[in-house]
């Protein structure tokens, strides 16, 4: 992977996640595994440095199926609970390095986990918790995680600021159904975008089927990739033979390099 990330979609599905409890239609059973689809989120490795972009309720779940032994830094989007909910499992890598994890987030995302993980950040912490660095990140503002670079970019989930990445040639987008202008330039030219699709039907904060596929086509990037998929999207197989020829949904643990 000489100067090469790898990206891996340690999820695809929505906040319910796709099958979704309870539900008989065709798509939550669908024997087709690229129809399973775990809350969204996404492993970045160089040689060196191993990152993931949100820890979702399945995060868990998702570093076994992908064999993550190490974590150099957890990057979040926003404080939806289908993207934090699973942060007290990287106390695990806290054993397994025996070093505090970087996490980074925004200033907004910060009181959000600090909300929803007050033991975290609390002096007189009990034994066991996680142990994490906080490094604070905004829009337009380069880091770095180990040896791979983050810009992030703000787009808007209805009202709600998140940060979308691009991460050298391959940009991420999630949870999003605005992006103005001046977010656009920055993610033109990416050989490699990720963006939200949620269902067909126009929805509040999320892009459509449609929406996505145009937007696509005004960056015009070698692949486009579809997340945050509903089960009300539809199959797998159906929705990806419908598409442009460059552009496909993706599917959990598919991985490129880029």
Do not use: W
Request: charged share 25%; hydrophobic share 35%.
């Amino acid at each position: 992977m000489t100067n090469k990330l790898k990206f891996t979609f340690l999820g695809t599905g929505t906040s319910q996640g796709i099958p979704v409890i309870g539900c008989k239609c065709s798509i939550c059973q669908s024997t087709d595994e690229k129809d399973k689809r775990l809350r969204c989120s996404m492993l970045i490795q160089s040689e060196t440095s191993t990152a993931v972009i949100d820890s979702g309720p399945d995060f868990r779940q998702q570093m076994l199926r992908a064999k993550v032994t190490k974590l150099d830094g957890l990057v979040f989007t926003h404080e939806h609970k289908d993207h934090v909910a699973g942060m007290d499992d990287i106390r695990a890598f806290n054993f397994v390095q025996k070093k505090k994890i970087n996490v980074y987030a925004s200033q907004q995302v910060q009181r959000a986990l600090q909300r929803e993980f007050p033991y975290i950040f609390e002096e007189e912490k009990y034994p066991g918790v996680p142990e994490i660095e906080m490094k604070t990140i905004a829009k337009n503002n380069t880091f770095s995680v180990g040896d791979i670079p983050f810009l992030p970019i703000e787009v808007f989930h209805y009202k709600l600021p998140v940060l979308a990445f691009r991460m050298k040639d391959f940009t991420y987008i999630t949870d999003a159904n605005q992006i103005d202008r001046n977010s656009m330039d920055q993610i033109r030219g990416s050989k490699v975008v990720v963006i939200n699709a949620l269902r067909k039907e126009k929805h509040i904060s999320h892009f459509t089927l449609n929406d996505a596929v145009e937007i696509l086509k005004e960056l015009d990037p070698e692949k486009g990739f579809l997340i945050h998929m509903s089960h009300q999207m539809g199959l797998h197989k159906e929705i990806n033979a419908s598409l442009p020829i460059n552009i496909e949904c993706a599917f959990d643990s598919l991985s490129i390099e880029c």
